[in-house]
């Protein structure tokens, strides 16, 4: 029976993260927002060291982390060299939907990040993060 109760509680704390990164955004697609938190998650995680990337995984919930890992090669993808290069996968990964602003996407969910990460541990995150992707982080 735990391991059900398991099951639950990391389908209610994925379930968290997506209704905080939906009020962020101030939209009301459960559907849109969940393609963008694992867009922008999977954008930032190709965007670290392997060691940083490895770190962030560490600490979303259980579902959520198995989502993020998902279909992660390290070294084997590219990490976005610029700003519009990384929010262009984002955008790719969202099928090209010209409803979402992938910028403002990003920026909610690296808030949705920020929030729950330590204080030191965020400041590594974004010293780990390519430059052009720094403002992306709340200030």
Do not use: C
Request: hydrophobic residues 45%; without cysteine; aromatic residues 8%.
């Amino acid at each position: 029976m735990a391991a059900l109760q398991d099951l639950s509680v990391a389908v209610s704390e994925t379930e968290a993260w997506v209704d905080d990164v939906m009020r962020r955004l101030g939209w009301h697609d459960r559907e849109r927002v969940y393609m963008v938190l694992l867009a922008t998650l999977h954008g930032l995680r190709d965007s670290l060291p392997q060691d940083e990337a490895i770190y962030i995984g560490a600490q979303l919930p259980p579902l959520l982390r198995g989502l993020y890992y998902e279909g992660w090669h390290p070294g084997a993808h590219l990490a976005a060299k610029s700003r519009s290069a990384f929010l262009d996968r984002i955008h790719d990964s969202v099928h090209r939907d010209l409803a979402i602003d992938v910028e403002d996407a990003a920026r909610a969910v690296f808030a949705a990040l920020a929030a729950r990460l330590p204080a030191g541990e965020l400041e590594d995150a974004k010293a780990a993060t390519p430059k052009p992707l720094h403002n992306l982080w709340p200030s």
